[in-house]
């Protein structure tokens, strides 16, 4: 490996979490993260001598990640079509539904007394996520976390407010996290 070589492996390496954040978002299939991570690597470094390393590289980074997360995915859901079968029933299910009432308004009133019940560090990662749409990496760096340790505790908040929303349709009773 020369210097160049040995460069923008470094620079890659820094920006490794931040990677891995925008392949989560771009494609949640589990394990797919990692795959997508080692691939942008593997095509980083290919072409390193076309990047100006002295510049930000995140754009530059963010853009193949989002290329090669929609490859990736598109590959796996040709390779699991009842995957890809069990999604287009579920839309034309929704669809077919459209004309019918919301009937998730129950569900919103649980989830926002499920909300409040949260801790205010998971309510905050609710809040920066899904209301002000701050991405994991960015959340990341705020917090001084690692991106996938945000989208791990992102996933524990949705299983918590998931479950906390079962509990009360099947009791009816009081939120309880």
């Not at 690692?146 to 791990?152: G, Q």
């Not at 505790?153 to 349709?169: D, G, N, T």
């Amino acid at each position: 490996m020369n210097t160049q070589e040995t460069r923008a492996a470094q620079i890659f390496l820094t920006h490794h979490d931040f990677v891995k954040g925008v392949a989560l978002k771009y494609a949640p299939w589990p394990g797919l993260m990692e795959d997508i991570a080692q691939q942008v690597f593997l095509e980083f470094m290919a072409k390193e001598q076309r990047w100006d390393l002295e510049n930000d590289l995140r754009p530059l980074l963010a853009t193949m990640t989002r290329h090669v997360a929609m490859r990736l995915w598109r590959d796996r859901t040709r390779q699991r079509p009842e995957v890809v079968q069990k999604l287009a029933d579920h839309i034309r299910l929704l669809a077919e539904e459209s004309e019918l009432p919301p009937r998730y308004e129950e569900e919103v009133g649980l989830l926002r007394g499920c909300l409040q019940k949260l801790p205010e560090k998971s309510r905050d990662l609710i809040q920066m996520y899904y209301y002000s749409d701050v991405s994991t990496a960015q959340i990341a760096e705020q917090l001084e976390m690692k991106a996938d340790t945000v989208c791990r505790a992102l996933s524990r908040v949705r299983e918590k407010l998931r479950e906390c929303i079962q509990r009360q349709i099947q009791q009816g009773g009081a939120a309880h996290v």
